[in-house]
């Protein structure tokens, strides 16, 4: 297996530090607003990550991260507690406001089939322990303070620009130090902040205050993972200065840190950056209520290399639908032609053919995680099982067996990327039995030349999410998308 390696820029062949385990630890989000579909694409690209990793029998320890407290979340809380009756102080504005949206997040992962992570840790439950690793950059002479602040000293990091791929000299052209900031070079970042008036504050050997942004995740990876740890994700957005400064804080504190980074690229919408301002925000709940499945967004994930950007369209979106309808007129078809015919479960051998696109399946996942290529795999296989029905009158035993392995296999390969391709659409309340009178009902009317009677049967039961297709042998059904 190889993975495209942020750091180096290039593609390494992937060893953990431990045979059979990986730690993965990935930047979660800062609960301040609804989920987009944008903090949608980031999530399910590493949990096909995750998956394929369990499917290639490691086990991974994945550890997602909230960021509960941040200069968003209290800005949103100032509005909320200003607009309360009583008012709400601060403090528990900001709270209740991580809360629901945090709640909102976890709603949303689960109606998009996401996997919890293993460890979901939160920065208000590490503020000891920042303070502590704060304490050790102080004592290593990295970090210094500064009227109840502490800043990072960015001199003293090694090889600082070495992950965005940037000179600390032409960093320093044009960096300014903000009002009211006490660094001593533009490039100093914060660890901790010291308390304004009526914002959350913690106790410290500096004063009361509160932890910079950075800190956080160095803080928790090195204590669920280690000081040296497998893969650290996130979305190309972090690389600077968030991931540049988690870097140079953790080897500060004498961490080798994370042996490969691997960034997503950023979602657009019709080639624009997504934003309230422009009209074109879309959240995760608004697409659910929209298009009602998940796996269409999914699917125009899949169809991109997560390195590379996504544009979201409409006619996109459309597209996908095609794609899963793919899988779905496959799926009734072999239900149709295999009843009847046993399936044996997973223990139908593969044939040299099904085989080899398993493999093809397999090679472009290891493969730096190239899904447009797996998917294509995925498509094959709809294709080598088209060709079998098609050129068969009757299936023999072996057919038989080879096409339920097919659906099997496809099954498989598609929960890899969280694909619900077993469950059933809606008939509008209509049984199968039902579906089927009504059918054979227009079979009568159009030997009758009853056309008018024929067209009604077909629009009422494409009404109700039935869809007919008048084929050689006969007149068949299926479930509409």
């Not at 909230?66 to 008012?87: N, R, Y």
């Not at 304004?196 to 956080?216: D, F, N, Q, T």
């Amino acid at each position: 297996m190889k993975i495209y390696n942020s750091l180096t820029r290039k593609k390494e062949e992937f060893v953990p530090l431990e045979s059979g385990k990986v730690g993965l630890y990935v930047c979660g989000p800062t609960v301040y607003d609804e989920p987009h579909i944008g903090h949608a694409r980031s999530a399910y690209i590493f949990d096909c990550i995750r998956r394929y990793l369990e499917y290639k029998n490691y086990k991974v320890k994945f550890v997602r991260n909230v960021t509960d407290v941040d200069d968003k979340i209290i800005e949103k809380a100032k509005k909320v507690a200003g607009h309360q009756s009583p008012v709400t102080s601060l403090a528990e504005a900001v709270k209740e406001i991580s809360k629901k949206y945090l709640d909102s997040y976890h709603k949303d992962m689960a109606t998009l089939g996401i996997l919890p992570p293993t460890k979901e840790p939160k920065a208000t439950e590490y503020i000891k322990k920042m303070i502590k690793f704060i304490e050790l950059l102080i004592e290593r002479g990295a970090a210094y303070t500064a009227e109840g602040d502490v800043y990072f000293d960015i001199k003293k990091a090694k090889d600082y620009g070495k992950l965005s791929n940037q000179n600390l000299g032409k960093m320093e052209v044009g960096a300014r130090i903000a009002p009211g900031e006490k660094k001593r070079d533009p490039l100093d970042f914060a660890l901790w902040k010291a308390v304004k008036e009526g914002e959350p504050s913690w106790p410290s050997p500096w004063g009361p205050g509160r932890p910079g942004w950075h800190i956080e995740c160095s803080v928790m990876s090195s204590d669920i993972l280690g000081g040296e740890f497998d893969i650290h994700g996130g979305g190309i957005d972090l690389i600077f200065p968030h991931h540049e400064n988690e870097i140079a804080q953790s080897e500060g504190a004498g961490n080798k840190f994370a042996r490969y980074w691997i960034h997503n690229g950023l979602l657009t919408i019709d080639g624009e950056k997504m934003a309230k301002s422009l009209g074109n925000f879309i959240s995760i709940k608004d697409f659910i209520a929209k298009e009602k499945d998940a796996d269409y967004l999914k699917l125009l994930f899949l169809n991109t290399h997560y390195r590379h950007p996504v544009d979201y369209t409409k006619e996109k979106i459309d597209e996908m639908k095609a794609q899963k309808e793919r899988f779905l007129i496959l799926f009734d078809k072999l239900d149709r032609i295999l009843k009847g015919h046993k399936s044996q479960g997973t223990s139908h051998r593969l044939t040299a053919g099904v085989k080899a696109i398993k493999d093809r399946f397999e090679e472009a996942m290891d493969d730096d995680f190239n899904t447009p290529l797996g998917l294509a795999a995925l498509f094959d296989l709809v294709t080598y099982a088209n060709k079998i029905i098609q050129t068969k009158e009757e299936l023999t035993k072996d057919e038989a067996g080879e096409l339920h392995a097919i659906k099997e296999l496809i099954l498989e390969l598609t929960g890899l990327f969280g694909l619900k391709l077993s469950e059933a659409a809606e008939t509008g309340g209509l049984s199968e039995k039902e579906i089927t009178e009504l059918v054979e009902e227009r079979n009568k009317a159009r030997a009758a030349k009853n056309f008018k009677r024929s067209d009604e049967i077909r629009n009422a039961l494409s009404d109700k999410g039935v869809i007919l297709e008048d084929a050689k042998d006969g007149t068949v059904w299926r479930k509409k998308i």
